[in-house]
């Protein structure tokens, strides 16, 4: 059973904006912390943000200002919304849902979208 729909992304010039969603099973959106992960080409998987579940958000540094995460409760979506694109944001984004092991922060995992920036 599918938690986690990824939609969104794509391809946009620097300095562009992107929006990516997941849509999640309802006690999944209610019960869990949620986030946004991504992994460069050739590089390994980063944190880019996290919420709670009441809406206290966490950004990583190199995103900062640029991102934002938010929880629409009326359609158990996560999103992302993606300002002032650099092409070092190019990546595979993932959502994630319900903190796991150390080793497997997240139990749950969307399907990744790609996100491309040009310059």
């Known amino acids: 059973q599918v938690q986690l729909v990824q939609s969104g992304g794509g391809s946009v010039q620097a300095g562009g904006s992107l929006k990516l969603s997941c849509a999640a099973h309802?006690?999944?959106?209610?019960?869990?912390?949620m986030a946004w992960y991504r992994q460069p080409p050739g590089k390994e998987r980063e944190l880019v943000s996290e919420?709670?579940?009441?809406?206290?958000?966490e950004y990583a540094d190199s995103v900062k200002g640029r991102f934002t995460i938010s929880r629409d409760y009326s359609k158990n979506t996560l999103s992302l919304q993606m300002n002032s694109l650099k092409t070092e944001d190019t990546a595979v984004y993932y959502c994630a849902a319900c903190p796991y092991t150390q080793t497997n922060p997240y139990q749950y995992w969307g399907q990744g979208t790609q996100v491309t920036v040009s310059s």
């Open positions: 309802e006690y999944i959106f209610t019960y869990c912390r």
């Open positions: 919420i709670s579940i009441d809406d206290v958000s």
